[in-house]
């Protein structure tokens, strides 16, 4: 099982960032995904999930209605498309596999995301 | 309350015990599952599903449950045991995930 993430960078506050996270190494098609953040010295946030076919996404309620979680199963990969950030986006996002709809068995490294001016 | 409660710091000398706990009212309902995480690196699931570990995690990781306290111990800790410990459990929606603060395990 391999998680790699990509797409990270600086924004200025209001900008908007596209994260993607490549799948292998299972069938993707078959589990929740879901994206975690830390911001830099602080603890683990859950960001966002998303059911196998995309039906259901859920979503912290700090980042409804700015980011969108999505994901494209012909290409095993996870998006994040993360819209009117602020400063308090700042963190490294994670993509993770979702096991039994209880615990993230597989992570990827991370991908930092700064908001800043 | 969907909020999940660690103590910020313990530390234990080596090759001794540690236990790290976890207090939510959500704990009643759902199982909590551990992750370590050493500095610069990505988390790493060390207990899931109250007691279970995945295939290369020590046998000294043990997890516990009781009422709205979930607990991680360290039976005979190393010095690669030093690392942030975090519990993580659905939240009251059931639809939503929440961690809590996190626990930094120093090793004397």
């Known amino acids: 099982v391999q998680l790699v993430e990509s797409g990270g960078g600086l924004v200025q506050p209001g900008g908007s960032v596209r994260l993607s996270c490549a799948a292998s190494?299972?069938?993707?098609?078959?589990?929740?995904m879901t994206w975690v953040r830390q911001a830099p010295g602080k603890g683990l946030e859950w960001v966002a999930n998303?059911?196998?076919?995309?039906?259901?996404?859920y979503y912290v309620d700090s980042v409804k209605g700015r980011f969108t979680i999505s994901r494209d199963n012909a290409g095993n990969s996870l998006f994040l498309q993360m819209n009117n950030l602020r400063l308090d986006d700042t963190a490294v996002y994670y993509c993770?596999?979702?096991?039994?709809?209880?615990?993230?068995?597989?992570w990827g490294r991370g991908t930092l995301v700064t908001v800043s001016s | 309350s969907s909020e999940l409660t660690q103590d910020p710091a313990v530390s234990v000398s080596l090759g001794q015990t540690v236990r790290i706990t976890c207090q939510g009212d959500?704990?009643?309902?759902?199982?909590a599952s551990w992750f370590q995480q050493k500095t610069g690196q990505a988390p790493l699931l060390v207990i899931f599903?109250?007691?279970n570990r995945p295939s290369g995690i020590p046998g000294r990781f043990s997890g516990s449950n009781s009422g709205d306290t979930a607990s991680l111990t360290i039976t005979g800790a190393q010095a690669e045991d030093e690392a942030d410990y975090y519990c993580?459990?659905?939240?009251?929606?059931?639809?939503?995930?929440?961690f809590g603060s996190g626990t930094k395990v120093t090793v004397l």
């Open positions: 993770a596999r979702e096991w039994a709809a209880s615990y993230f068995d597989y």
């Open positions: 190494g299972f069938t993707f098609s078959t589990y929740w």
């Open positions: 998303i059911k196998q076919d995309g039906s259901e996404k």
């Open positions: 959500i704990l009643r309902n759902f199982y």
């Open positions: 599903v109250k007691d």
């Open positions: 993580c459990s659905r939240d009251s929606s059931g639809n939503h995930y929440v």
